[in-house]
């Protein structure tokens, strides 16, 4: 049986379902932890006594195409502005790690290095100010952020977006003894999903979150800060609309193909998505049990399914025909699970799956507007 580790991953490349080509919706949920980000900049550099030379920057589940070197090229251009503001020294060197699974598309990322560093180059220009002269170091680190990826006390200042939400595994448990689903029909946490499944989602959540807050503070310098970013809810209630109703969609995308013969029923038994979108209260149990950081501020911001979409400069299909809201977004979600549907289901179904899932999406969007729930959080590691 093939792990999380092997199956999840972004489209790579930038074809048509190519999560390149459709991540509006995470570069508009990235946007949301700008003011987190420059604040915890701010107090990183207000903090130390002494400038700091050389700061060790990680974005973690950094993930392929233009919004990975947008977060860092932001981060570069926070840190400018502060040192310039506080009349300040930059660090000389950044060191940015980026951080995603070994099945990412990294060659996307290192194909449009040398467009950033000329943007960085830029920005410089853009301070008359001798205080600015950072010099960037771009890396790769891959592995899973649920355990230990850098040097003791190496870093500063951890960023993290549209990634913890993703298990490093399917929650034990979900399975009668005979092998068979208890979650039936569906791929994720329901109104219908027994006390079980909900209670081994939240038990794998809780185990990964405290995995993840173990290693950082191992790493991290006494003082660093994170911001993490990832979908959520605000509710106590798991099977509320607004962190499930994406899967329940695909859910019954799937059982219309049961019930034609298309897919087996055992075969949608038998799928459990790797996720799990916590409420803060989830949150701050799990950080306050691990004790090595503080909650420094906590946000949370609804998201339209189709949310930056506009952005979009060709919002045609192959066809030159107009595309429907319920096609942009099933372009959003085939981006980001297709790799683990695949690899359960097999590839010759996806075309059909994803077209059935736009009709019920637009259908689900034509009569109410259910968001997601996007929670950011900024941790500061304990002195």
Request: hydrophobic share 35%; with cysteine; proline share 3%.
């Amino acid at each position: 049986m093939e792990t999380v580790v092997e199956t999840l991953h972004m489209n790579k490349g930038a074809g048509e379902t190519s999560y390149a080509m459709n991540s509006f919706v995470q570069r508009k949920i990235i946007s949301l932890t700008n003011q987190a980000t420059e604040k915890a900049i701010m107090e990183i550099l207000c903090s130390k006594r002494r400038p700091i030379t050389k700061m060790g920057i990680a974005d973690l589940g950094c993930s392929s195409g233009p919004n990975a070197l947008r977060v860092i090229s932001e981060i570069v251009e926070a840190i400018n502005a502060t040192s310039s503001l506080l009349n300040h020294q930059a660090p000389k060197e950044l060191m940015f790690y980026m951080n995603d699974l070994f099945t990412n598309d990294f060659n996307n990322i290192f194909a449009s290095l040398p467009s950033f560093h000329k943007k960085i180059r830029q920005q410089k220009s853009n301070y008359n100010n001798g205080n600015i002269g950072s010099n960037c170091f771009v890396s790769a680190v891959p592995g899973s952020f649920y355990g230990r990826l850098f040097p003791t006390k190496s870093l500063h200042f951890v960023h993290s977006s549209s990634s913890l939400h993703w298990l490093s595994q399917v929650p034990c448990g979900l399975e009668d003894e005979r092998g068979r689903g208890l979650n039936k029909g569906k791929l994720y946490i329901s109104k219908s999903s027994p006390n079980c499944v909900l209670e081994a989602y939240l038990q794998q959540f809780q185990n990964n979150f405290s995995q993840f807050l173990e290693s950082r503070s191992q790493e991290m310098i006494n003082g660093g800060l994170m911001v993490l970013s990832f979908m959520g809810r605000k509710s106590k209630d798991p099977t509320s609309a607004n962190c499930c109703y994406q899967w329940e969609l695909l859910a019954n995308a799937l059982m219309t193909m049961v019930s034609e013969g298309l897919v087996k029923e055992e075969d949608v038994d038998s799928f459990n998505a790797p996720y799990y979108a916590p409420c803060f209260e989830e949150l701050k149990i799990e950080i306050e049990k691990e004790g090595s950081f503080m909650v420094n501020s906590y946000e949370t911001y609804e998201v339209d399914w189709d949310d930056g979409m506009e952005l979009q400069s060709d919002d045609n299909d192959l066809l030159g025909r107009k595309m429907s809201s319920g096609e942009r977004v099933a372009k959003t979600i085939r981006a980001v699970v297709e790799s683990m549907l695949e690899s359960h289901f097999g590839s010759h179904i996806m075309d059909d799956l994803f077209q059935r899932y736009a009709k019920l999406v637009e259908d689900h969007l034509s009569k109410t507007r259910t968001k997601y729930i996007n929670l950011v959080i900024s941790l500061v590691k304990r002195q």
